[in-house]
Structures are given as C-alpha cells and as structure tokens.
C-alpha cells in the first residue's frame, strides 16, 4: 500500500448555514418595542423636567455630590446601623429556619402528602406576592413603628423566599440516597433527615447569605414607612432637606453591601 501523499488537499469542511431567525422572535421583539413606545406616549414620558425649567433638582443634586462626612460621627448615626444589622441579623435567622420547614412541605420528595404540598404551595405563593415594604406598612399598623415591625416584615418575606429558592434544590436532589432510605424502611422525616437535607445544605446556606444582603438593602426602604433601622434616619434627614446627610448615609449603605457581597461570594465558594 502506498501512503498518501503528504501534500494532498484536505477535503474541504462544510460548514452548517446559520439558522434564520425565527418570525415568531420578531413578532415578539417588534411587539416590545411598540408596547414600550405606546406605554412612554400613555403617560407623556419625558426626561425635559431634569434639564429645563427645575433649578431646585440640580440644587438636590449637587448637595448629594457633596456629602457630609462629619454626619457619620453622631451617635445617632452608629445606632441606626447597629439597629439595622440587628434587624438584618435576625430576621434572617428567623426567616432560614421557617424558610427551611417550609421549603421541606414544599417539595414532593420530602412531602407525600398531595394536599398538604398543594396548601403550603398556595400559602408561599401567596406570601411572595407582597413586598417586604407591603410587610412593613402591616406590621407598622401591628406593633407601631420601630425595630420590631423592621424585623417582622424582613422574617416574613425573607420565609417565602428561602422557601422558594430551597424547595426548588430539594426537588433536584438525586434519587439515590432517597430509594435507599425507603429501602431502609425510614419515615418521611428520617428520609429527608439522612438523605435530603446533606444534599441541600451547601445551596440553603448560600440562599441565607443572600437574604441577609437583602435586608441590610431592604432596610434602607422599610425604614421610610417607620420599621426602624438606617431607612428612619434617612427619612428624617430626608424630611429635613439635609440632602448631604442622606447621600453620606447612601454611600455608607453601598459600601457595606459591597463589602459583604465579597464575603457572600468567598463563602460561596467554599460551600459549593
């Protein structure tokens, strides 16, 4: 046999011809767009007030490009955000550990119960779809304003949503572990006990460290209903017109979300 020539031409590769965009995507995109043409017509959108005829906006603005750093040394000020890591704190202690039971009711693998699954899917639907500012004006009516409703509105919301985010990781935990418990003869909570709960643990706790960033954001607009925290003094410095107090305070809240993002994301990693 003779080896073929090393100079042959190599047969050419035929590439695949690029997909046509498909028409339903377009209706979709030119649907959009006129939906938002049609909605900035409805309620006469226009970005002129910011620029024409509103000196006193420019005014606001340049006190926020000046803060006031002296601000941050009051008493008042270090209060506020220790009442808002303690709100924080513990309403996300509080919303895990019901989050964690209910994510448990939620799911069909540690579940079998059809009417019990079907009723805790309806009552965290229906716990969702309020905002923690919605819990916040309920629990201001509740117990008055103050640190109390703050972290009753945050434990609340915080359940539906680390209900929701767990009870979708139960649902993908692999069947292994569970045909052995059946085998084994374990109830339903022996079941989720050994097999579920080692394999949710890792995205639980990274479900938590996300909801506690949440509150210390959340914190900054519950407080402007009276739920206590750093929101209340910027409330009242806003009430004030001491806009050089609120951007301090601002930048204070970005600062502190930003450093405790690096850390959520650190953990992250060595949980996953």
Not at 110 to 115: A, D, G, K, P, Q
Not at 239 to 260: E, K, P, Q, T
Request: proline letters at 6%; charged letters at 10%.
């Amino acid at each position: 046999m003779t080896a073929p020539a090393a100079d042959a031409p190599r047969a050419a590769v035929t590439r695949p011809p690029r997909p046509r965009p498909r028409p339903f995507f377009l209706i979709v995109g030119v649907a959009a767009v006129a939906m938002t043409v049609w909605a900035g017509i409805r309620i006469q959108f226009t970005l002129e007030p910011l620029f024409v005829g509103n000196p006193r906006a420019w005014g606001i603005v340049s006190q926020y490009l000046t803060p006031n750093w002296a601000f941050l040394a009051r008493p008042a000020v270090a209060s506020a955000w220790i009442e808002t890591l303690v709100m924080a704190v513990l309403a996300t202690l509080v919303g895990a550990v019901a989050g964690l039971v209910f994510a448990l009711l939620a799911s069909r693998a540690t579940n079998r119960s059809s009417w019990l699954l079907r009723l805790v899917r309806w009552f965290l639907s229906v716990l969702r779809s309020l905002p923690e500012i919605g819990y916040a004006y309920l629990m201001v009516a509740m117990v008055s304003t103050g640190t109390l409703a703050g972290l009753l509105a945050l434990a609340v919301f915080n359940t539906g949503i680390i209900a929701k985010l767990t009870s979708e990781t139960v649902d993908a935990v692999v069947t292994g572990p569970l045909e052995a418990a059946d085998a084994a003869g374990a109830t339903t909570f022996q079941r989720s006990l050994t097999a579920v709960l080692p394999q949710v643990w890792p995205g639980f706790l990274s479900y938590v460290l996300y909801v506690f960033e949440m509150n210390l954001r959340a914190s900054a607009i519950i407080g402007l209903v009276g739920a206590g925290g750093i929101g209340s003094l910027i409330n009242v410095e806003r009430a004030r017109f001491h806009y050089d107090n609120v951007s301090v305070m601002i930048i204070g809240l970005v600062v502190i979300v930003i450093l405790l993002d690096l850390v959520s994301r650190a953990a992250r990693r060595r949980l996953i």
